[in-house]
């Protein structure tokens, strides 16, 4: 069965300072990638997607995320990150085979940013 | 312009009791998708349909039954609600049908409360 693994359960971070978040996943096929962010008391909005292609994926608000195929990794990054960045982010996957677009998420990783 | 809605936001009620949430999008999307958040942030798919046909169904207790009266609603109505069931119900919809690429967008969001 698929599954995705978010490492970072809680981080803090002060302004300014640089994020990775960690995902990995456990399907043998070809895959959609997905990090979502929802902000507090938000919906879940989209940040980065990754299809095919180029695996560095550029995203909104200086976002990204790389596809290591190898790893079965799609790890999320951002240089500098703000105060307003803070949040719950979410790593999903999709089956590319799968006819119903079931997303399989990660257990989210809460994001706190110190000002 | 809304693109996914949910009604209502905040729902409160007595255990026992039977209640509805209605989703409606706007997208022109083939395919609905219903989301349970549980308190610790975890999100899982419960059910989804593609033009009015159950596609997913999760391992889900039967007192819980989707209804697509069109491919732009998915409505939830829950019997005998338990206090279990208190929990973030979100709706998301995407085009699969045409595409591979399952990019889901999200409601706001119902939050469920079982006294």
């Known amino acids: 069965a698929q599954s995705v693994s978010q490492h970072n359960h809680h981080v803090i971070l002060s302004e300014a300072a640089s994020l990775e978040l960690g995902c990995n996943y456990s399907y043998g096929g070809t895959v959609n990638l997905f990090w979502y962010v929802q902000y507090p008391g938000q919906h879940l909005q989209l940040l980065l997607k990754?299809?095919?292609?180029?695996?560095l994926v550029k995203g909104i608000k200086g976002f990204e995320a790389e596809f290591i195929k190898s790893k079965f990794s799609f790890n999320l990054r951002k240089p500098s990150v703000q105060w307003s960045d803070t949040a719950e982010y979410f790593c999903?996957?999709?089956?590319?085979?799968?006819?119903?677009?079931?997303?399989?998420f990660g257990q989210g990783t809460t994001l706190q940013v110190k000002p | 312009d809304t693109a996914v809605s949910q009604t209502p936001k905040y729902l409160v009620t007595q255990m026992g009791n039977d209640k509805s949430i209605k989703c409606e999008q706007n997208l022109g999307h083939d395919t609905m998708y219903w989301y349970k958040q549980d308190s610790k942030k975890f999100l899982k798919i419960m059910f989804s349909y593609n033009n009015k046909e159950l596609i997913i169904n999760e391992t889900v207790p039967n007192r819980f039954s989707p209804k697509s009266p069109d491919k732009a609603h998915l409505n939830l109505h829950i019997n005998s609600l338990e206090l279990g069931d208190s929990a973030v119900y979100f709706c998301a919809s995407s085009q699969i049908m045409t595409s591979h690429y399952n990019e889901q967008f999200f409601g706001p969001g119902t939050r469920l409360t079982v006294l």
């Open positions: 999903a996957v999709n089956a590319r085979s799968s006819n119903t677009g079931k997303l399989i």
């Open positions: 990754y299809f095919s292609g180029d695996p």
